[in-house]
C-alpha cells in the first residue's frame, strides 16, 4: 500500500488526555495511535500543537509547552518513532518501519508578542508555524475576522524576518486574507497551506481561492487537503473531496498537491466525519479512489513525494 505523510494532525490533544487526571475522556498513546495509523498506513505527521479556546488567553503558552513535552516524551519512548528537525530525517520516510513526525504551532498565539519566545519553540523541536488559528492574535487576523480587513500587524512582519532566519516553514491555513496577501508579499521564505481546500469548489472563507492556490505554488509550496465536512461541502463525501482535489490539480499542478486530513472524530462528541472518508480507517478507499484517476506515480506524489520534498528542502 502506498505511504501516506498527513500534513495536519491534532492527535496531541487525545494524546495529552492520557497525561492528565481532568480530562472527561481517555486518551491513546503514541503507540496505540500508530496502530491506528498503521491501518491508512500513515506513517509520518505533522503534530499540530493546537489550543484550546479554554486555554486562552492566560495559559496558552503553558499549554503548548506542555503540548511539546508529550509529544517529545512519546516519541523518545519510541524505537520506531522518529521527530524530524531537518531535512536528513526524513531520507528513510517510507522505507523502514519508522513513523516521523514534525511538531508545527497552529496559531502563533503562545508567542504572544516576544520575538525570544520563537527561538525558545524552535529549540524544543518545533519547524513549521501557521500565523493565525482563524481568530486576531498578536501577528496578523484569522479568516473569522474577516470584517476588520486586518493583516499582517508590525510585530507579525518582524516575526518573519526571524521566521526566515531560523529557517521555519509557514503555514497560511486559517490566516485572514488580507494576512495571506501581506505574507506573499512581505516574506520570501517557503510558505504552504496544511489543511485548506479550494473555494471555488466549495466557497467558505477557510478555503483557498484559485489565486492563492496558485501563489503558494508559484513560491513551491503545497496545498494540503483536509476532510472537515464544512470545508468540503457538496455531499459532504469521498467523491466531494476528490472535486477539491481535481480542481487543485487542474490549476496549480499534482506536484504542489498533498494532504493534510484534520481528522478530528477523536476530540468532538457526535462528530459526524467525511461519509467514506472519516479516519484513518477509510484511507484504503481512499488510495483505490485516486488510481482510477491517476498513475500510481502521480498518486505517491499526493500521497507522500510531495510533502516530504517540500518539507525536506526547506528544513536546515
Not at 498503521?38 to 499540530?48: A, D, F, I, T, W
Not at 486574507?177 to 508579499?185: A, L, S
Request: aromatic share 10%.
Amino acid at each position: 500500500m502506498i505511504p501516506i505523510f498527513d500534513l495536519h494532525s491534532d492527535i496531541l490533544i487525545d494524546i495529552s488526555r492520557t497525561y492528565t487526571r481532568t480530562s472527561h475522556k481517555s486518551g491513546k498513546s503514541l503507540d496505540e495511535w500508530q496502530a491506528i495509523m498503521k491501518c491508512g498506513n500513515v506513517l509520518g505527521r505533522v503534530l499540530s500543537v493546537w489550543i484550546e479556546e479554554v486555554y486562552k488567553p492566560g495559559n496558552t503558552l503553558k499549554r503548548a509547552l506542555d503540548l511539546i513535552s508529550i509529544a517529545k516524551r512519546e516519541i523518545k519512548r519510541l524505537n520506531n518513532a522518529i521527530l524530524v528537525l531537518n531535512g536528513k530525517d526524513l531520507e528513510k520516510f517510507g522505507s523502514n518501519e519508522g513513523f516521523y513526525y514534525v511538531i508545527s504551532l497552529e496559531g502563533a498565539d503562545p508567542i504572544y508578542d516576544d520575538i525570544l519566545l520563537l527561538d525558545v519553540f524552535y529549540n524544543l523541536g518545533v519547524r513549521l508555524i501557521t500565523l493565525t488559528w482563524s481568530t486576531r492574535n498578536f501577528i496578523a487576523d484569522g479568516v473569522f475576522e474577516s470584517r476588520t480587513r486586518g493583516g499582517l500587524t508590525r510585530f507579525g512582519l518582524e516575526l518573519l524576518e526571524r521566521i526566515k532566519e531560523l529557517g521555519v516553514i509557514v503555514d497560511l491555513s486559517h490566516i485572514s486574507d488580507f494576512g495571506f496577501w501581506d505574507v506573499i508579499e512581505n516574506f520570501d521564505g517557503p510558505v504552504m497551506a496544511s489543511h485548506s481546500n479550494s473555494r471555488t469548489v466549495h466557497d467558505n472563507p477557510r478555503n483557498l481561492t484559485d489565486e492563492q492556490a496558485k501563489a503558494i505554488a508559484e513560491r513551491g509550496g503545497i496545498v494540503g487537503l483536509n476532510v472537515i465536512p464544512n470545508f468540503v461541502g457538496l455531499n459532504k463525501d469521498l467523491e466531494s473531496f476528490m472535486k477539491h482535489l481535481e480542481h487543485f490539480v487542474d490549476i496549480i499542478g499534482i506536484d504542489h498537491v498533498a494532504f493534510g486530513f484534520d481528522f478530528v472524530y477523536y476530540i468532538y462528541n457526535d462528530y459526524k466525519g467525511l461519509n467514506g472518508l472519516s479516519t484513518e480507517r477509510d484511507l484504503p478507499k481512499l488510495i483505490s479512489r485516486l488510481l482510477e484517476n491517476y498513475t500510481r506515480e502521480e498518486v505517491e506524489k499526493v500521497c507522500w513525494r510531495n510533502a516530504i520534498s517540500f518539507i525536506g528542502s526547506n528544513l536546515k
